[in-house]
């Protein structure tokens, strides 16, 4: 068990290109850190550099306190799931187990003592004999994670490590990494692209863009308090609604109408021309299921559901808008950001299961402006962080 | 009804292919067992004609001549040591040549592809030159150093072919557990790579133990002659009549090694073997 600290990691390829730049993280001990971002923002980069099977061009990696940058891997004492699991195809799931304790030599009688506990934790038992070749895509997770707390590692690194299984055992395996690493109590980096993965395993978690670090805070921090327009949009499923807004006079107008807003937030945005407003699904209600005498009427508006999603326990409905162009880019260049894609500019609300909103119909929402961000459209910061 | 029309006709066209490969093998063999006056009468059939069977004569006749029997030690010796010598060199430059970055890759594997593209018996007259220069005429050596060069190319470029289907993160995940690059390679990835182990192996002893224009030139006594050559200086008592039904169990025994190993081998070259390593 140790800390592992990053200091200014730099990562430069060949053509100069930064795949990582300036990356400062310290990681306590004991803790679950993730490293979260969209494909190509560096954050496996960084996870190899950790384990050292990729160089640093500068800057300190420091694990237990002691400089490791020159280290070969081996002598990290680390040990790591890959995504495709890397298993051994011709060792039985045993010696796959066995393995790192092979190399360093250990007795037979200790190595089965370690190897019956790792398979007994990881209900492995049944299947030691077997090859690789004929477990499941579960199984054979299993095995990898058998082959990396055999050892008594400083840390666990994960790559990506649920990406090859399907939904409802990538939740199962989700729980039970995190049980293990509660149980273990041992330092973890993990990497993933998925911010469902990033949220519920996290202590802390780490959002990259194009190798750099965005922002590193808890789960809720980051949902509630995200410092940039990348951050609110990456985190959140589905994602925050960004649409164009002007402060004045305490009010915010937004394409559907203009509402009261908190006077902290207004103080801090008022008269900086066109901003982006940041709003999540869930910060809009139906008014028709909202209580008599706790509705605020000088924040609703009326909107035209174009569709609906009824999941059961909550429903989405789609409001398109019209945006000038310049938004309009904007919030393309920004879907584009973190991998997904957006085709129109539409609001997304989550209602209550109850509400009766029907599809192409007109409805009227409320709007919770207290819980609403405003962001620099030029930057992208967040302006009313902490608010 | 229409399958077993294909099945007949998948049957006739692997029995014409079986009667097309076999029918040489089959004469040969058939010629071994019979005896010399047979041949010399001409006896056209293809069992041996009663009271012309030489029954197992033909093969004790081979087996006590001296000549032959060094030179089947000869070959074997020669053959294992060559293709030994060529894997272990060529799984090494080929796992360089899939794995590592460096100056002069492409040089390497192009040259190796000149090198095999060489027509051997260009080399003969230099060698013979060279070998005789250095004193290696007529030994063991004289002809394993032509075999390594001559297989080593062919070898490279099918482990090399191997090396690059193993997954990277075989090797890291090796590194991560606490395995040198030397223990990665020959715990994780050398046990991968049998089947193209194994068959550069096979091509390599093909080569070797067939191998009839070094063999003839590059030796003059049974000291280091193998086989290919030793049968063609096979005379018998009379030196104007070859005797071809000896001849024909010579050539037999030459060829059961090549049965036996590609026998032996064949259980080895399991495809498919890396399944299961990697999420597919």
Redesign the interface.
């Known amino acids: 068990m140790a800390t592992i600290e990053m200091k200014n990691i730099v990562k430069k390829y060949g053509d100069g290109f930064p795949a990582v730049n300036d990356v400062s993280i310290d990681v306590a001990d004991g803790e679950f850190l993730i490293l979260v971002g969209p494909s190509g923002c560096g954050k496996s980069t960084l996870l190899r550099m950790i384990v050292g099977l990729e160089d640093i061009t500068s800057g300190d990696m420091l694990i237990g306190g002691e400089r490791v940058n020159d280290l070969a891997p081996r002598d990290r004492n680390l040990s790591m799931v890959f995504q495709n699991y890397a298993l051994y195809p011709h060792l039985t799931v045993y010696e796959n187990i066995a393995f790192p304790l092979r190399l360093a030599k250990w007795k037979d009688k200790d190595i089965d003592a370690k190897v019956r506990e790792a398979s007994k934790t990881l209900d492995l038992d049944e299947h030691l004999e077997r090859k690789p070749a004929n477990l499941s895509g579960g199984q054979r997770q299993r095995v990898a994670m058998g082959r990396a707390i055999v050892r008594d590692a400083k840390a666990f690194l994960f790559d990506e490590p649920l990406s090859n299984l399907d939904a409802k055992l990538r939740g199962q395996m989700r729980t039970e990494i995190a049980r293990l690493q509660k149980k273990l109590g041992i330092t973890t980096v993990y990497v993933t692209h998925d911010q469902t993965e990033a949220m519920t395993l996290g202590d802390r978690v780490a959002v990259m863009k194009r190798g750099i670090l965005q922002q590193l805070a808890t789960p809720r921090e980051l949902y509630e308090q995200p410092v940039n327009l990348f951050v609110a949009g990456f985190i959140g499923s589905p994602p925050m609604n960004f649409l164009p807004a002007t402060v004045e006079n305490g009010e915010v107008t937004l394409p559907f109408g203009t509402f009261p807003l908190p006077a902290d937030k207004a103080a801090k945005t008022e008269g900086k021309g066109l901003l982006m407003a940041g709003i999540r699904p869930e910060h809009f209600e139906d008014v028709s299921v909202i209580e008599e005498g706790k509705l605020d009427s000088t924040r609703t508006f009326a909107a035209h559901i174009d569709v609906r999603e009824w999941l059961g326990d909550q429903q989405y409905a789609y409001v398109p808008y019209e945006a000038e162009a310049k938004v309009q880019d904007q919030l393309k260049e920004l879907a584009r950001e973190s991998d997904s894609d957006s085709l129109r500019t539409q609001l997304v609300v989550s209602l209550d299961a109850a509400s009766s909103a029907a599809e192409d119909s007109d409805t009227t929402l409320f709007i919770d402006t207290d819980k609403m961000h405003l962001f620099d459209p030029a930057s992208g910061d967040n302006l009313t962080v902490g608010l | 009804m229409k399958n077993l029309k294909g099945n007949l006709g998948t049957i006739l066209g692997c029995a014409l292919i079986l009667i097309w490969c076999l029918l040489p093998v089959a004469w040969i063999v058939s010629l071994s067992f019979k005896s010399q006056e047979a041949v010399t009468n001409g006896s056209p059939g293809f069992f041996p004609s009663s009271g012309g069977g030489a029954g197992w004569a033909n093969y004790t006749k081979v087996l006590k001549d001296d000549q032959f029997r060094q030179s089947i030690i000869n070959s074997i010796g020669i053959s294992l040591i060559a293709t030994l010598l060529s894997v272990i060199l060529a799984t090494l430059a080929a796992y360089a040549i899939a794995r590592l970055e460096f100056r002069g890759k492409k040089f390497v594997l192009t040259t190796a592809l000149v090198i095999a593209m060489f027509p051997v018996v260009s080399l003969v007259g230099p060698l013979f030159d060279m070998w005789r220069t250095l004193g290696i005429y007529n030994t063991w050596p004289g002809l394993i150093i032509p075999y390594m060069s001559f297989t080593l190319p062919l070898a490279i470029w099918t482990l090399s072919a191997f090396f690059r289907e193993i997954?990277w993160?075989?090797e890291?995940?090796?590194?991560?557990?606490?395995?040198?690059s030397w223990?990665a390679f020959r715990?994780?990835i050398v046990?991968?790579a049998?089947p193209g182990v194994f068959t550069a192996a096979i091509l390599t002893f093909f080569f070797a133990w067939n191998d009839f224009v070094f063999g003839i030139s590059l030796t003059s006594t049974d000291k280091a002659r193998p086989i290919p050559a030793a049968l063609s200086f096979f005379v018998g008592d009379d030196p104007f009549s070859r005797p071809a039904s000896v001849l024909a169990a010579g050539a037999v025994v030459a060829t059961i090694p090549i049965v036996v190993l590609v026998l032996f081998f064949q259980r080895k070259i399991v495809a498919g073997?890396?399944?299961?390593?990697?999420?597919g």
């Open positions: 997954p993160e075989m890291q995940a090796a590194q991560v557990d606490g395995a040198t223990q715990k994780v046990p991968l049998a073997l890396t399944a299961g390593a990697v999420k």
